[in-house]
């Protein structure tokens, strides 16, 4: 069956500290893979998307994320943080037909 | 580019009322809308997926005739809350997407919707 999987829940980090938020998905083919932000009470954003070629993929805002086939994971990372990322992230994997299958998302809270 | 309005932001009515959401594709062509539904601190859950020109295509337990579903343009899909009552309060987002399995889906700001 194709799912995604987000870990952690909850995440703290310090401000200016680094970041990596965990995914890790099931699915049959070659996936589409995403990583969206919401911000409280507001749509979603996307982050950073990956299809095909390099494995390591760059976004906005400074984040990344890496496509690891071998242990099914699309991990996204930032090298410091900042106040204005906490927020909640959502990892997303393309199942075909256009239909994504959301992760459960992880809630990002950043300490000054 | 790939700006998604969704309107309004926020309904409060009553029960029994029926409200409509829009949403709107403003710099692109959308073959495919999503609607979501998102319950506090929950992920998003896919209602139905509509493509222009077509009847929308419903996920399992969703009611049909209680979220009906229009995308008349390329620009534009509707969903209309039915006879709304207290449990169909949540927040609702639509998505849209450009041809191809490859488009990332563009979300709208959200929905918030509240029934007396």
């Known amino acids: 069956a194709q799912s995604v999987t987000q870990p952690d829940i909850h995440i703290t980090v310090s401000e200016g500290a680094s970041l990596e938020l965990r995914c890790n998905y099931s699915?049959?083919?070659?996936?589409?893979l995403f990583w969206y932000v919401q911000s409280p009470g507001q749509g979603l954003q996307l982050l950073l998307k990956y299809f095909s070629g390099d494995t390591l993929v760059q976004g906005i805002k400074g984040f990344e994320a890496e496509f690891k086939r071998s242990q099914s994971s699309f991990n996204l990372r930032k090298p410091s943080v900042h106040w204005s990322d906490a927020a909640e992230y959502f990892c997303?994997?393309?199942?075909?037909?256009?239909?994504?299958?959301f992760g459960t998302g992880t809630r990002l809270k950043v300490l000054a | 580019g790939a700006v998604v309005s969704q309107h309004p932001s926020r309904v409060i009515c009553k029960s029994g009322t029926s409200v409509k959401i829009e949403c709107r594709s403003l710099?692109?062509?959308?073959?495919?809308m999503f609607w979501y539904r998102q319950f506090p601190k929950q992920s998003l859950m896919l209602m139905a997926t509509?493509?222009?020109?077509?009847?929308?295509?419903?996920e399992q337990g969703v009611e049909k005739d209680k979220f009906l579903i229009n995308h008349a343009s390329l620009t534009l899909s509707t969903l209309t809350v039915t006879s709304a009552h207290p449990e169909d309060s949540s927040f609702y987002i639509c998505?849209?997407?450009?041809?191809?399995?490859?488009?990332?889906?563009?979300f709208g700001d959200g929905t918030r919707l509240s029934i007396l």
């Open positions: 710099d692109f062509q959308a073959t495919t």
């Open positions: 998505s849209a997407s450009r041809q191809g399995a490859d488009q990332p889906q563009h």
């Open positions: 509509s493509n222009e020109g077509s009847k929308a295509t419903y």
């Open positions: 699915y049959g083919a070659t996936p589409y």
């Open positions: 997303a994997v393309g199942a075909g037909t256009y239909k994504y299958i």
